[in-house]
C-alpha cells in the first residue's frame, strides 16, 4: 500500500485523511456523491498515490457509495464498527471530536491495526438487503400510526388521515413483501438457501429473508462467529455484588435481534431442538428474557447449520 486513507463519513460530506508512511498527512473533505467520490479518487492520483488501504465506519447506506467506488478503483477498503473507533480515540485520550480528527483517528488505527478488508455483497444480495430495510422501515411506520390510532381523543379529520395513511402503508407492505419473495424466487441461490432456512420450526419466509440480508451474506466460519455478529452471546458482567452475572453483549445490527425475537418465542414452542433447552432453562430459574435470548442464539446455530450443510432441517441431526 502507498498510503492509508482515514475516512469521516457524513450524511452531505466526508472528511478523509491521506496517511503516508512517513507520517506525512493530506486532509480534504468531499461531497457524499457520486461527483464527490470521483473528486476523491483525483485528489489521491495528483498526490502520487496508487494504493491505498482505506478504513471508514460502518454507517448504513451513507458510506456505501465511498466504499464501492474505492474497491472498484482497485483500493483496499475496511469497514469497521464504530465502537472500535469509539474507543480506540479514548485509548489515545482524545479531546477534541470533530470531523477531521475522526478521519485522521481511523487513519492511525488502520495504520496500526491493519483491519480485515471488506468485500462488496453481490448485487442480488444487495437489493434483497434494500427491499428487506424498506419492509422494517415501512412497518415501523405502520405502527407508529397504530400507536396514533390508539391514543384517543381524536378529531374526525385526523383519524381520517391516520386511517388514510395506515392503509397505504399496509398496500406498500405487502407489495415489498411480494417484491421480496419474487426477488429470491428470481436467484437460485438465494432460493435454495430460504427453502432450507424455513424448514427449521420457527423461521418463516421472512425471517429467513432478513437472515439472508443481514446476517449469512458474510463469510463465517463457524455458528458461533454469527451469534457473535448478531449480538446474542452472553458476555461475563461480573463487578462487585453482579458475580456471575451473564448478559447478552448487544454487538452488531439491533434489526437481526429485533427480527428474530418473535420467531424465536414459536420456536421455543414448536421446534423440537429448542423445547428441551427452554425447560431446561426454566428449571434452572433463568428469567423469560435470558430463554428467549438463548432460543435466538440456537435458532442462528441451526440456521448456520442448514446452510453449511445443504441439508434441510432434521431434529435427530440437529441434536447430535
Request: aromatic share 4%.
Given at each position: 500500500?502507498?498510503?492509508?486513507?482515514?475516512?469521516?463519513?457524513?450524511?452531505?460530506?466526508?472528511?478523509?485523511?491521506?496517511?503516508?508512511?512517513?507520517?506525512?498527512?493530506?486532509r480534504k473533505a468531499c461531497a457524499n456523491s457520486p461527483a464527490g467520490c470521483a473528486e476523491l479518487l483525483t485528489w489521491m492520483a495528483r498526490h502520487?498515490?496508487?494504493?491505498?488501504?482505506?478504513?471508514?465506519?460502518?454507517?448504513?447506506?451513507?458510506?456505501?457509495?465511498v466504499a464501492t467506488?474505492?474497491?472498484?478503483?482497485?483500493h483496499q477498503v475496511s469497514i469497521?464498527?464504530?465502537?472500535?473507533?469509539?474507543?480506540?480515540?479514548?485509548?489515545?485520550?482524545?479531546?477534541?471530536?470533530?470531523?477531521?480528527?475522526?478521519?485522521d483517528v481511523i487513519a492511525d488505527f488502520t495504520a496500526k491495526e491493519h483491519p480485515p478488508l471488506w468485500t462488496p455483497l453481490p448485487r442480488e444480495v444487495r437489493e434483497l438487503q434494500a427491499l428487506v430495510r424498506r419492509?422494517?422501515?415501512?412497518?415501523?411506520?405502520?405502527?407508529?400510526?397504530?400507536?396514533?390510532?390508539q391514543a384517543g381523543g381524536l378529531t374526525p379529520a385526523v383519524q381520517h388521515s391516520i386511517e388514510t395513511v395506515l392503509g397505504h402503508l399496509?398496500?406498500?407492505i405487502e407489495a415489498v413483501r411480494q417484491q421480496i419473495r419474487q426477488h429470491i424466487d428470481q436467484h437460485p441461490g438465494l432460493r435454495v438457501q430460504r427453502d432450507l432456512l424455513t424448514s427449521i420450526p420457527g423461521i418463516g419466509e421472512a425471517t429467513a429473508a432478513l437472515l439472508l440480508a443481514e446476517l449469512f451474506n458474510k463469510a463465517f466460519t463457524s455458528a458461533r462467529q454469527a451469534a457473535a455478529f448478531a449480538g446474542v452471546v452472553p458476555r461475563p458482567h461480573d463487578s462487585g455484588i453482579h458475580e456471575g452475572r451473564r448478559v447478552m453483549c448487544k454487538l452488531g445490527p439491533a434489526r437481526l435481534r429485533k427480527g428474530l425475537y418473535f420467531p424465536a418465542i414459536a420456536a421455543i414452542r414448536f421446534n423440537p431442538s429448542l423445547q428441551p433447552l427452554a425447560r431446561r432453562l426454566r428449571g434452572a430459574g433463568k428469567p423469560p428474557?435470558?430463554?428467549?435470548g438463548a432460543a435466538m442464539r440456537k435458532l442462528i446455530h441451526l440456521a448456520f447449520g442448514v446452510l453449511k450443510s445443504g441439508r434441510a432441517y432434521d431434529p435427530d441431526l440437529a441434536k447430535a
Open positions: 500500500m502507498d498510503a492509508v486513507l482515514g475516512i469521516d463519513i457524513g450524511k452531505a460530506k466526508f472528511h478523509v485523511t491521506l496517511l503516508f508512511g512517513d507520517g506525512t498527512r493530506r502520487g498515490v496508487g494504493r491505498v488501504h482505506a478504513c471508514l465506519e460502518a454507517t448504513g447506506a451513507y458510506g456505501e457509495r467506488t474505492l474497491v472498484d478503483a482497485g469497521l464498527n464504530p465502537a472500535i473507533i469509539h474507543h480506540y480515540a479514548k485509548s489515545r485520550l482524545s479531546r477534541a471530536k470533530t470531523d477531521p480528527v475522526d478521519a419492509l422494517d422501515a415501512l412497518i415501523g411506520m405502520q405502527t407508529d400510526e397504530r400507536n396514533r390510532a399496509e398496500a406498500q428474557m435470558l430463554i428467549i
